[in-house]
């Protein structure tokens, strides 16, 4: 395959200068509802985007200017890494929608992407064979466990214990009355996020914990540490 550096200078801003074909170092499997091919369009540097996620957690990406054909060699390898898009170089933040999702640089939130599936996605590489103890539930290690922290909008303290299984354990107090009556609802893992009462919540691993954000409302948000 010819290797090819990113010709324009604007999609050298967009994805850093690097090599294209430098792939991120441990990608994870991701979400089912983030395998497949999706394209979008980035509005900040107005350039088309194609994104093809397998589920070996192998990102390919492509870019071209509108009116422009995309070059099938052009193209940039990453990783799913922690429910992130992972380029050298560059991390970006994966909202679910209906049809796709966004993408929103972590170091840039006005560089914005919103894909929309455009296919099944191609797996090129061997999926790692199952064994009995496997469940159709993947939750990273740095997700398992008891955290706890303040929900600053409902001034809430909260209690959160995932386990490997899947299954999750919420709950919460008034943090001026006891904490011995807590409020406690059991939910579940779900491609990627926490599922509690009918609310999808977002996971994001911190440097101490977790953090969740729900997704009908992004001002409920929680920093969780772990216990």
Same mark, same amino acid.
């Given at each position: 395959m010819r290797t090819t550096l990113l010709r324009p200078a604007i999609t050298l801003l967009l994805f850093g200068l690097v090599a294209p074909h430098v792939r991120a170092a441990m990608p994870e499997p991701p979400?089912?509802?983030?395998?497949?091919?999706?394209? $979008?369009? !980035? @509005? %900040?540097?107005?350039l088309e985007v194609e994104l093809r996620i397998d589920r070996n957690g192998i990102l390919r990406r492509?870019?071209?200017? @509108?009116g422009e054909s995309r070059n099938s060699d052009d193209f940039v390898e990453g990783g799913w890494e922690n429910g992130l898009l992972v380029f050298v170089g560059d991390r970006f933040r994966v909202e679910r929608t209906n049809g796709g999702f966004i993408a929103t640089k972590e170091a840039d939130r006005n560089d914005v992407t919103e894909f929309?599936?455009?296919?099944?996605?191609?797996? @090129?590489t061997p999926v790692p064979t199952r064994t009995p103890r496997d469940t159709d539930v993947r939750i990273p290690s740095w997700a398992v466990g008891t955290f706890r922290g303040p929900n600053r909008k409902y001034k809430l303290e909260v209690e959160l214990r995932i386990s490997r299984s899947g299954s999750v354990e919420r709950s919460i107090w !008034?943090?001026?009355?006891d904490r011995d009556k807590p409020d406690t609802a059991t939910g579940r893992w779900e491609d990627g996020e926490i599922v509690? $009462?009918?609310?999808?919540?977002?996971?994001? %691993?911190t440097r101490d914990g977790i953090r969740t954000e729900k997704r009908s409302? !992004?001002?409920?948000v929680t920093n969780l540490r772990r216990r």
């Open positions: 979400p089912r509802w983030a395998v497949g091919e999706f394209r $979008g369009f !980035n @509005r %900040k540097y107005r492509w870019t071209w200017k @509108r929309r599936r455009a296919g099944g996605g191609v797996d @090129r !008034n943090r001026d009355k509690v $009462g009918g609310d999808h919540y977002t996971v994001e %691993k409302d !992004n001002s409920d």
